[in-house]
């Protein structure tokens, strides 16, 4: 069973745009929901992150919405630019002794 | 965020030698690290769990005797691919955990077998 799927599987932005990927999680265990930005040929970069206790957070352009009740959790990119075209995984995790990911988001912002 | 380097990030080998790859942690002490191989245009697949001072954790499926970790100290684990082969050819990529679960990804090793 997957513990997290992720929509969509591609996304196609114009620049200036806001881009929203979308997660949902099985495990109401879990406690810390990160998100992951990966640059062809390059390792993932943790990019912003949640815990349960707080609905919203926001970093720069981006921001993460939390929706406990409902076990999903979606990231925001406002002002979308074409830099940041790239493929994003979201995350679930409890203890940190296991991360579930999701199956990604290719990106493309169009300038 | 915290730095994890890994070495080296590309290398090309012939079929039947070994590779080793490093990956340490700069900047923080690290007691978990995980190792994931990536497929083209797919999404990590986690190999093994590394603990300092203890031995790995490996995912069913993953050969522990073809994949052979070392966590020799909290800020370096190594990954050897014993033996390699074409199909071992792949992206591998090493993370580290900090003490409040936040996890960073090392750079990559390209590994191609010929």
């Known amino acids: 069973q997957q513990q997290v799927k992720q929509s969509p599987q591609s996304l196609i932005v114009q620049k200036g745009g806001i881009s929203i990927i979308n997660c949902a999680y099985e495990?109401?265990?879990?406690?810390?929901f990160p998100w992951y930005q990966q640059f062809p040929g390059k390792g993932p970069a943790l990019l912003i992150a949640i815990r349960p206790d707080v609905s919203e957070k926001k970093e720069g352009r981006f921001t993460i919405s939390f929706n406990k009740s409902a076990k999903q959790f979606s990231l925001h990119i406002m002002d979308s630019q074409p830099g940041d075209s790239a493929t994003y995984f979201c995350a679930s995790t409890n203890t940190g002794n296991q991360f579930y990911f999701g199956t990604g988001t290719s990106l493309t912002v169009i300038p | 965020g915290a730095v994890v380097s890994q070495h080296p990030s590309r290398v090309i080998c012939k079929s039947g030698t070994s590779v080793k790859i490093e990956c340490r942690s700069l900047d923080f002490q690290a007691t978990t690290m995980f190792w994931y191989r990536q497929f083209p245009k797919q999404s990590l697949m986690l190999m093994a769990t590394s603990n300092e001072g203890s031995k790995a954790t490996y995912e069913q499926g993953v050969e522990k005797d073809k994949f052979l970790i070392n966590h020799a100290s909290l800020t370096l684990s190594t990954l050897t691919v014993t033996s390699a082969h074409p199909e071992d050819s792949s992206f591998y990529i090493c993370?580290?955990?900090?003490?409040?679960?936040?996890?960073?990804f090392g750079p990559g090793t390209r590994l191609t077998v010929t």
């Open positions: 993370s580290a955990i900090t003490g409040i679960h936040e996890q960073y």
């Open positions: 495990n109401t265990a879990f406690d810390y």
